[in-house]
T-cell receptor, first 115, second 113 residues
């Protein structure tokens, strides 16, 4: 079974609109962390935001916020006021507390911002 | 700080050849990782290291070897390259285990023909 599912292979969004990228996860470990990374066309992986399973509040980093719904096992990334430079692949990843340090990755969502 | 650096950026190998992908980090991170990313896919862990002299297998270790003689360096060795090893290889590092962020190098694009 997929541990990380990103159901949107691609999205087109108008510049300045907010974007929500979906991520659902599957784990029985009570301690886990969820990460979002951005991969622009240049290929590097850029860390965006982290949410721990015990964190009481949703994580925020500038224009990025994580809509963490633990009961639904979802960790959606919200980008406010999208910019052309937000066009990239976005990956959701999870580390389980008892794991061998491994990040488990989703297949990614390709986001294209239209001017 | 340079962060995580990888060399080379691109490489073409013939089937059966060997090579070493270099990875260096200057953040004094204990943990280092090697991932591969196949087209249209997320990353898969090849090997990781929790400190100098300590390495362990990840999800897809076959065909690869690693060593970690210093905190800074974590080279990945490909022996007897196969077309299935055509991929983009990322090295990453992190300081602490649980809440830490993994910082990635720019990647090496490897093609095996």
């Amino acid at each position: 079974a997929q541990k990380i599912t990103q159901t949107q292979p691609g999205m087109f969004v108008q510049e300045k609109e907010a974007v929500t990228l979906d991520c659902t996860y599957d784990t029985s470990d009570p301690s886990y962390g969820l990460f979002w990374y951005k991969q622009p066309s240049s290929g590097e992986m850029i860390f965006l935001i982290y949410q721990g399973s015990y964190d009481q509040q949703n994580a925020t980093e500038g224009r990025y916020s994580l809509n963490f719904q633990k009961a639904r096992k979802s960790a959606n990334l919200v980008i406010s006021a999208s910019q052309l430079g937000d066009s990239a692949m976005y990956f959701c990843a999870m580390r389980e507390g008892g794991s061998n340090y491994q990040l488990i990755w989703g297949a990614g969502t390709k986001l294209i911002i239209k001017p | 700080n340079a962060g995580v650096t990888q060399t080379p950026k691109f490489r073409i190998l013939k089937i059966g050849q060997s090579m070493t992908l270099q990875c260096t980090q200057d953040m004094n991170h204990n943990y280092m990782y090697w991932y591969r990313q196949d087209p249209g896919m997320g990353l898969k862990l090849i090997y990781y290291s929790v400190g100098a002299g300590i390495t362990d297998k990840g999800e897809v270790p076959n065909g690869y070897n690693v060593s970690r003689s210093t905190t800074e360096d974590f080279p990945l060795r490909l022996e007897l390259a196969a077309p299935s090893q055509t991929s983009v290889y990322f090295c990453a590092s992190s300081y602490l285990r649980n809440t830490d962020t993994q910082y990635f190098g720019p990647g090496t694009r490897l093609t095996v023909l």
